[in-house]
């Protein structure tokens, strides 16, 4: 256990209205820190961070990582700002790209010249579709580098190379969590992911779509344990500057996914199979050696407690949004988010608290 974790200070979130970053923010507003918030809301909702808006150590800055960000003084910067699911990424590959290597390096700029720790959101999918199984973090990976996900998967892979760099040459204090298949409440509904997926074609009545025969794996860790190993690995010995796993080791099929989805909406819909998408992973599992000896981390929510949580949020979400005689409503992606959801106007970042 890391007991000497702080509990005062500045963060920075960049992708703090995503689905991470808005639970991440939470954590770190309840473990007494000052947080900015840091979104284009290109992706990121609202509706994620406006039950924060009240909170006097919380503001907001709309911003894209990809240009120069004002020189404010912060302690800690977590890096989670890029489209995270092959919908979104996809959708402007070239876009992807900049986030993934611009975005970096104005971020590590910034760390460097206010003297700031600086945590990259990496990914599973640096791995590709893995030779080695379960992925330890000495593997370095089966990539298609020019195939429709390499923007997010090489982009990714790009800003790690930038992140040692910067530890390297600048001295920066650097950290990098290479992240698993996550999920729970906040997930965006149409975000392409399996567990989304499954829940909300459940709710609706829906086939389930399974992607290939359904016997590809996941491993899917509930996203509280998931922030919890971001912010142990942030405040971890300056040494370990390396790539470290974050994940649930237990693996799940998609049908094993589908049967529990059912089993707890509740529901009887059958399953539908459409074709596998190029370069999706056969398998993903996580060595997390390191993380278990070096954070004193390793998941604790157990996968059917973690979707029971998701399936009641996303029907609670399901009866909020739906019109007394009409289907369900997603006010979700867009700039006009903000003004989509109850309560969404939250505060701006105050330019005096500039370095």
Not at 159 to 187: D, H, L, Q, S
Not at 268 to 293: M, Q
Not at 336 to 347: F, K, L
Request: overall charge neutral; hydrophobic content about 40%.
């Amino acid at each position: 256990m890391m007991n000497d974790i702080p509990r005062s200070g500045r963060a920075l979130v960049a992708g703090g209205a995503g689905f991470l970053g808005s639970h991440l923010c939470s954590r770190l507003l309840n473990d007494g820190w000052e947080v900015i918030c840091v979104d284009n809301f290109q992706t990121g909702r609202a509706c994620n961070v406006s039950p924060l808006a009240a909170h006097p150590r919380f503001t907001v800055m709309r911003h894209d990582v990809v240009d120069k960000l004002p020189r404010v003084r912060v302690d800690r910067i977590y890096n989670l700002a890029c489209p995270a699911s092959p919908v979104h990424y996809q959708a402007d590959p070239l876009k992807t790209l900049r986030t993934c290597v611009l975005g970096a390096m104005q971020l590590l700029e910034l760390a460097r010249d206010v003297g700031a720790r600086v945590l990259q959101a990496s990914t599973s999918e640096v791995y590709g579709d893995p030779l080695e199984h379960p992925q330890g973090e000495g593997y370095w990976g089966h990539v298609n580098p020019v195939g429709p996900r390499s923007c997010y998967d090489e982009g990714k892979r790009c800003a790690e190379t930038i992140f040692m760099e910067y530890a390297r040459r600048e001295g920066v204090v650097v950290k990098i969590a290479r992240i698993f298949n996550t999920y729970g409440p906040r997930m965006a509904p149409d975000d392409g992911r399996v567990v989304s997926n499954f829940i909300v074609q459940a709710l609706a009545g829906q086939p389930l779509t399974v992607y290939g025969d359904g016997t590809q794996t996941r491993s899917f860790c509930y996203v509280d344990d998931l922030i919890d190993g971001l912010v142990r690995l942030m405040e971890s010995p300056e040494d370990l500057a390396q790539p470290v796993n974050l994940g649930n080791p237990a693996e799940l099929t998609m049908l094993e996914m589908a049967d529990m989805v059912r089993k707890l909406t509740g529901s009887r819909v059958p399953l539908v199979h459409r074709e596998l998408p190029v370069d999706d992973p056969t398998h993903r599992c996580p060595d997390i050696t390191l993380a278990r000896t070096r954070l004193g981390w390793s998941p604790r929510v157990d996968p059917a407690e973690g979707i029971a949580r998701t399936v009641a949020y996303f029907a609670a979400e399901a009866k909020r949004t739906r019109p007394a005689d009409g289907p369900v409503q997603h006010a979700e992606h867009a700039e006009h988010a903000e003004h989509a959801v109850p309560g969404a106007s939250v505060r701006r970042y105050a330019p005096a608290d500039r370095a």
